[in-house]
């Protein structure tokens, strides 16, 4: 069984930072891409960035130059370094893996979601 344990979120004021942990435990022969994705009340899940194994990163247009996708491919952990909060950000962060499990294959797993509140 393989587990995504987020940490990191919190509330903030407008203009601050966050840094969002990620952290992949179990059965794991392998990673690939990695991402976070939201989910604000009332709306669907959207994907903030993810990131390759090689390193390669992808950001929805509306946290690009804010935010910054990076993961520890030693620790199994992708983190998100989020600045200049807004309100707009105000949402439950959620962690997904592609994750190779030993004799199982391939999987997409997702951590349990962390609040992000952005309010003054």
């Known amino acids: 069984q393989v587990q995504l344990v987020e940490s990191g979120g919190g509330l903030v004021q407008p203009g601050g930072s966050l840094r969002l942990s990620c952290a992949a435990s179990g059965n794991i022969l392998s990673i690939n891409a990695m991402g976070w994705y939201r989910q604000a009340p009332g709306k669907q899940r959207e994907l903030v960035a993810d990131?390759?194994?090689?390193?390669?990163?992808n950001y929805a247009d509306f946290v690009k130059g804010r935010f910054t996708i990076s993961r520890d491919n030693a620790k199994n952990t992708v983190y998100l370094q989020m600045n200049s909060l807004k309100p707009e950000d105000t949402a439950v962060y959620y962690c997904?893996?592609?994750?190779?499990?030993?004799?199982?294959?391939?999987?997409?797993?997702w951590g349990q979601g962390t609040q992000v509140t952005v309010s003054s």
């Open positions: 997904n893996a592609d994750v190779i499990i030993y004799y199982r294959g391939s999987f997409s797993v």
């Open positions: 990131i390759s194994s090689g390193g390669s990163v």
